[in-house]
């Protein structure tokens, strides 16, 4: 019989490993991934070398790690954010508002992709997670088009330009910091969508 790691020994070395992530996290963002050194992090979360080799092969791997959990969570609280709402518009107008207010100035996951921006690495990364959020979204409006609230059209390509228009802008809004508020932000990009998508004479909710 293969030999089972008690519950109480893994809750403690998965509550370990989650240190560490958030540690490497915050230190990615505030110095980017390229000056963080495995001593750094484990100087900050106050591991041993050792221990910290024990998680994770290497400081590529934390990082692996950090923006998997970061683009898993991502995806969770839009999923959350539209869980309820009554309709096309509504769900909209959430999605916008959980995207923008994600990218706010003051939060890590931001810092993170404002200082490792520059990484190819990150940009292949962020390629892929924009087309698993398009695919999110498609089935979102194909789900919309089947209850009537959405005209049948090609829900990829519409899918494709919300996602990707919305990550861009905001991604443009945060990296040249632009003074738009965002409430601005999030009232314009719903402005210009629900046009784009044909919802133009639907209220703002």
């Not at 919309?144 to 059209?153: C, H, K, L, R």
């Not at 390509?157 to 508020?181: H, K, M, P």
Request: aromatic share 12%.
């Amino acid at each position: 019989m293969a030999y089972k790691t008690p519950k109480h020994i893994q809750e403690k070395k998965d509550a370990k490993k989650h240190h560490i992530l958030d540690t490497a996290l915050k230190l990615f963002a505030l110095k980017g991934f390229e000056n963080t050194s495995i001593q750094d992090i484990c100087q900050a979360a106050e591991v041993s070398v050792g221990s910290m080799y024990f998680y994770f092969p290497s400081k590529e791997h934390i990082y692996e790690e950090v923006y998997s959990r970061i683009n898993n969570e991502s995806l969770q609280h839009l999923e959350r954010a539209i869980d309820g709402a009554a309709n096309l518009e509504e769900i909209i107008q959430k999605v916008i508002e959980t995207i923008v207010l994600s990218a706010l100035p003051d939060r890590t996951e931001a810092q993170f992709f404002l200082a490792n921006r520059t990484m190819s690495n990150l940009k292949i990364k962020r390629d892929d997670s924009l087309q698993k959020f398009a695919r999110w979204f498609k089935t979102v409006l194909d789900e919309a088009v089947e209850n009537g609230e959405f005209n049948p059209q090609n829900t990829e390509l519409a899918a494709v330009s919300f996602i990707y228009g919305t990550y861009q802008s905001v991604r443009y809004w945060n990296v040249f910091q632009l003074e738009t508020s965002p409430e601005e932000m999030i009232d314009t990009l719903y402005t210009y969508h629900s046009k784009g998508l044909g919802l133009e004479n639907c209220t703002q909710k």
